[in-house]
T-cell receptor, first 111, second 114 residues
Framework: DAKTTQPPSMDCAEGRAANLPCNHS???????VYWYRQIHSQGPQYIIH???NNETNEMASLIITEDRKSSTLILPHATLRDTAVYYC????????????FGKGTRLHILP | DGGITQSPKYLFRKEGQNVTLSCEQN?????MYWYRQDPGQGLRLIYY???????QKGDIAEGYSVSREKKESFPLTVTSAQKNPTAFYLC?????????????FGSGTRLTVV
């Protein structure tokens, strides 16, 4: 079973920041949080990952709470092309690299 | 450019026939994975392989078979024993043993049983 919980869908106005939450209350100390997104009928695309500290790259920012039980993916200026399903994933561990996907959050960007 | 190639993009199969989906990567990744996705659902793990000549069952391996004879290739056979094979199939690869790399996915194969 997936170790994360996400809302099934969210709306965001174009040009505004999209904040996607994820709960991972049973995360272990050496597990990372990864975010992927899947545009319709394509393979998922890696966005960002982090362990404890907040992370930022050209696509998004990742905010992880101090207790690491939840995180938020931020798309700073959402565009229509950001419409996709976003998956929050906790990495299982070094000895077994398989990733378990939940159902993700379907993000709708409204024009 | 490095990446993962899945072929074909669309595949039609008659009920009762076996069919093999191709997955090739030139990223020099150690691990490879097969996922199945049904409409409106997340991804479910079928099989994965962390090294050549070794693979493990995922959550829904029944009715599927794989081989890993080369590092670059991880073909998936959907057998006639798979009761509901119509789905979107995704192949992925990753480097083992480091958190610094995520998965790289192929563009998928949509299989339809007719």
């Amino acid at each position: 079973d997936a170790k994360t919980t996400q809302p099934p869908s969210m709306d965001c106005a174009e040009g505004r920041a999209a904040n996607l939450p994820c709960n991972h209350s049973t995360i272990s100390g050496n597990e990372y949080v990864y975010w992927y997104r899947q545009i319709h009928s394509q393979g998922p695309q890696y966005i960002i990952h982090g362990l404890k500290n907040n992370e930022t790259n050209e696509m998004a920012s990742l905010i992880i709470t101090e207790d690491r039980k939840s995180s938020t993916l931020i798309l700073p200026h959402a565009t229509l092309r950001d419409t996709a399903v976003y998956y929050c994933i906790v990495r299982v561990g070094d000895r077994d690299d398989k990733i378990i996907f939940g159902k993700g959050t379907r993000l709708h960007i409204l024009p | 450019d490095g990446g993962i190639t899945q072929s074909p993009k669309y595949l039609f199969r008659k009920e009762g026939q076996n069919v093999t989906l191709s997955c090739e990567q030139n990223l020099n990744h150690d691990a490879m994975y097969w996922y199945r996705q049904d409409p409106g659902q997340g991804l479910r793990l079928i099989y994965y392989s962390q090294i050549v000549n070794d693979f493990q069952k995922g959550d829904i391996a029944e009715g599927y078979s794989v081989s890993r004879e080369k590092k670059e290739s991880f073909p998936l056979t959907v057998t006639s024993a798979q009761k509901n094979p119509t789905a979107f199939y995704l192949c992925a690869s990753s480097i083992r043993g480091t958190e610094n790399y995520g998965y790289t996915f192929g563009s998928g194969t949509r299989l339809t049983v007719v």
